[in-house]
T-cell receptor, first 110, second 114 residues
Framework: DAKTTQPPSMDCAEGRAANLPCNHSTISGNEYVYWYRQIHSQGPQYIIHGLKNNETNEMASLIITEDRKSSTLILPHATLRDTAVYYC???????????FGPGTRLSVLP | SAVISQKPSRDICQRGTSLTIQCQVDSQVTMMFWYRQQPGQSLTLIATANQGSEATYESGFVIDKFPISRPNLTFSTLTVSNMSPEDSSIYLCSTPLVGRETQYFGPGTRLLVL
């Protein structure tokens, strides 16, 4: 079973920041938070991951609460191409497979 | 990032037949995973393909239905045997890269069984 809880869907206006929440209250000390997205009919695409510090890359920022029980993925300037299902996954680093929950379907609206 | 390719990208098959899906990675990898994504659903792990040993199947998936080969460190196949319409899904292969923290997914094979 997935160890995360996400809202089933969200809307965001084009050009605005999209903030996608994820709860992972049972996360273990050695588990990382990963974010993937799946654009329709494509394989999942890696976005970002982190352990306890906030992370930023060219795609997004990841904010992890101090107690690590929740996190937020931030797409700073959403575009129509960001419309996708976003998956938040927790797992120990390297080696084990990913367990996917239902994710959040983000719709970026013009 | 790794380049992972799958063949075929899509297929339409008759019930009772079998289809073999190929997954090719452009670098040597230790582990390869096969997932299924049924229509409107999330991804479910079928099995882990281990080079040099038998695949490890998840609960609900059996070798007779989904035989897997892993002849070398860059290639794997998944066969969907004796297909029924319930096998209509997207099948994806995936691998973590050696020394990397992320896992990469192939583009998927979209299968429709009539």
């Amino acid at each position: 079973d997935a160890k995360t809880t996400q809202p089933p869907s969200m809307d965001c206006a084009e050009g605005r920041a999209a903030n996608l929440p994820c709860n992972h209250s049972t996360i273990s000390g050695n588990e990382y938070v990963y974010w993937y997205r799946q654009i329709h009919s494509q394989g999942p695409q890696y976005i970002i991951h982190g352990l306890k510090n906030n992370e930023t890359n060219e795609m997004a920022s990841l904010i992890i609460t101090e107690d690590r029980k929740s996190s937020t993925l931030i797409l700073p300037h959403a575009t129509l191409r960001d419309t996708a299902v976003y998956y938040c996954i927790v797992r120990p680093n390297y080696g084990q497979n990913f367990v996917f929950g239902p994710g959040t379907r983000l719709s970026v609206l013009p | 990032s790794a380049v992972i390719s799958q063949k075929p990208s899509r297929d339409i098959c008759q019930r009772g037949t079998s289809l073999t899906i190929q997954c090719q990675v452009d670098s040597q990898v230790t582990m390869m995973f096969w997932y299924r994504q049924q229509p409107g659903q999330s991804l479910t792990l079928i099995a882990t393909a281990n080079q040099g040993s038998e695949a490890t199947y998840e609960s609900g998936f059996v070798i007779d239905k989904f035989p897997i080969s892993r002849p070398n460190l860059t290639f794997s196949t998944l066969t969907v045997s004796n297909m029924s319409p319930e096998d209509s899904s997207i099948y994806l292969c995936s691998t973590p890269l050696v020394g990397r923290e992320t896992q990469y997914f192939g583009p998927g094979t979209r299968l429709l069984v009539l």
